[in-house]
């Protein structure tokens, strides 16, 4: 009888490659969706291979407590997820930190609940590594690795990262409270590469659809991100289910790069297509102009120009993850966008 995983978010960007692989590797997988009514919001994964004997779809919510424990009953692992990952949000409190924060505690409280759990890997992020850029500086470091919790976001600055930083605290406090389940926790950088889901709110999506719009086309600011692909995110969460002497947090980043790079990138692999950024807009300048990009004066003193760097080495020698190189990526995604178009 083949094991059951439930994979909360399995609907998503970088769910929807976890859950083609979980049923390429012959398991039965549950995904939770918030209604069943919304069919555009799942329809796509009714394409992947094994979807027609081996995937089951719930209905559940992070905010409903208790909505979670009848898709985790039979679970052998909970590959949890789910977690809005957005920059475009009217409420920080009610639109990222209490899904996140609370959504947490209801997936890993079924987990607990649940007579068949043994594992749960959690999704968590650089994000809850480090708030900015400038933190490395500031705490004197020459590269964040896996000790690193951020202690510089809040509600009001980064609250993105601040939502991923209290969910990763509260799933280490809850697995601390309970002897039946193990937990590991993935720590992705920036995610980049092809979509399998059609309406996923994703910032990766949003990041590339802006790019090769025009947004930046009179200048990109010069941000360095830690970056990777989403088959590799999912692969590594495949592979920390199913290795069950693996514990701890994992960072995932193939390499740092600034946003002229993947210009660079882009603009050798498919010349004067798109309405490329063509330099580095000044510091000085995103001061006046930040309220366009959404990016708030303090985050642009905090961020643009400083550079980053991650220590990988858990995820390559222990986890075994080999990452698949940053071009690749890139072409692979743009080449997705243009047959979109
Ligand atoms: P995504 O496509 O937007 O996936 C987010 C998932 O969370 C979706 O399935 C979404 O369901 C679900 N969700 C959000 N709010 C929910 C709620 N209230 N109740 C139930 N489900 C809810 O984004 P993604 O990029 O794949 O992100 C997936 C995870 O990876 C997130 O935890 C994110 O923080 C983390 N992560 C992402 C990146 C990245 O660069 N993409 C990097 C590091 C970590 P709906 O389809 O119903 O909206």
């Not at 389940?181 to 590469?193: H, R, Y």
């Not at 600011?221 to 989403?230: K, T």
Request: charged content about 20%; aromatic content about 10%; glycine content about 6%.
């Amino acid at each position: 009888m083949q094991k059951i995983i439930l994979v909360t978010g399995g609907n998503g960007y970088i769910g929807s490659w976890v859950v083609r692989e979980l049923l390429e590797n012959g398991y039965r997988v549950r995904v939770p969706v918030r209604s069943l009514a919304q069919t555009d919001k799942y329809k796509h994964m009714s394409n992947l291979p094994g979807s027609s004997n081996l995937l089951e779809f719930f209905e559940a919510d992070l905010l409903v407590d208790g909505s979670f424990d009848n898709a985790a009953e039979g679970a052998h692992a909970i590959i949890h997820m789910a977690s809005p990952f957005t920059l475009r949000f009217r409420n920080p409190l009610t639109d990222l930190v209490e899904p996140a924060v609370k959504g947490t505690r209801n997936v890993l409280n079924a987990a607990s609940k649940s007579s068949t759990v043994k594992r749960v890997v959690f999704t968590s992020s650089v994000a809850a590594v480090h708030g900015d850029n400038i933190d490395m500086h500031e705490l004197g470091l020459t590269e964040f690795t896996e000790d690193n919790f951020n202690k510089t976001s809040s509600l009001w600055h980064q609250p993105y990262s601040f939502s991923k930083v209290e969910a990763e605290r509260e799933a280490w406090m809850i697995y601390k409270s309970q002897q039946k389940w193990n937990l590991v926790v993935i720590n992705p950088a920036l995610v980049m590469g092809p979509s399998l889901a059609k309406k996923s709110n994703s910032e990766s999506l949003q990041i590339m659809n802006d790019l090769l719009s025009g947004k930046y086309r009179l200048g990109a600011p010069e941000l360095f991100f830690g970056f990777v692909d989403v088959r590799d995110v999912a692969h590594a969460h495949v592979l920390a289910m199913e290795n069950e002497t693996l514990n701890g947090r994992f960072i995932i980043a193939e390499r740092i790069a600034s946003i002229m790079d993947l210009v660079k990138v882009i603009n050798q692999n498919f010349p004067r297509q798109f309405k490329l950024p063509k330099m580095v807009a000044p510091k000085f300048l995103l001061y006046l102009v930040s309220w366009m990009f959404g990016l708030s004066p303090k985050f642009v003193a905090r961020n643009i120009g400083f550079r980053i760097a991650y220590n990988t080495s858990r995820s390559r020698r222990v986890l075994g993850l080999l990452y698949t190189p940053l071009e690749k990526t890139i072409t692979d995604m743009v080449n997705q966008f243009k047959s979109n178009r």
